[in-house]
């Protein structure tokens, strides 16, 4: 498993722009893949976006044209660059690592603590 922590989160106006970083420790970081998934209060959690240890990426309709994952193996980070926000983007963010590339929660073993995101209209 790899340790992650976020950071980045804070408080933005509608059509704004954050970007969020997942820092990992662990000699086998670039293996992984990486996930950004979203929780609101009273909503399940959702992948917001994903990539695979070859940079392989997946966007959910929803963010797709607005949200940008990349990754740094150099420096065990990945980023999401998240544009043009909505009010209906609020939610905490969590980076979470699964060994192989995946969509399913399930697959995610190792988790960050979050880093709330707040968009005001």
């Known amino acids: 498993q790899v340790q992650l922590v976020e950071s980045g989160g804070g408080l933005v106006q509608t059509g704004g722009s954050l970007r969020l970083s997942c820092a990992a420790s662990g000699r086998t970081f670039s293996s992984y893949t990486i996930g950004w998934y979203r929780q609101a209060p009273g909503k399940e959690r959702e992948l917001v976006a994903a990539i695979s240890s070859a940079g392989i990426t997946y966007y959910p309709n929803s963010v797709k044209g607005r949200f940008t994952i990349s990754r740094d193996n150099g420096k065990n980070t990945v980023y999401l660059q998240m544009n043009s926000l909505k009010p209906e983007d609020t939610a905490v963010y969590y980076c979470?690592?699964?060994?192989?590339?995946?969509?399913?929660?399930?697959?995610?073993?190792?988790w960050g603590q979050g880093t709330q995101v707040t968009v005001s209209s």
């Open positions: 979470a690592a699964a060994p192989r590339f995946s969509v399913s929660l399930l697959l995610y073993d190792s």
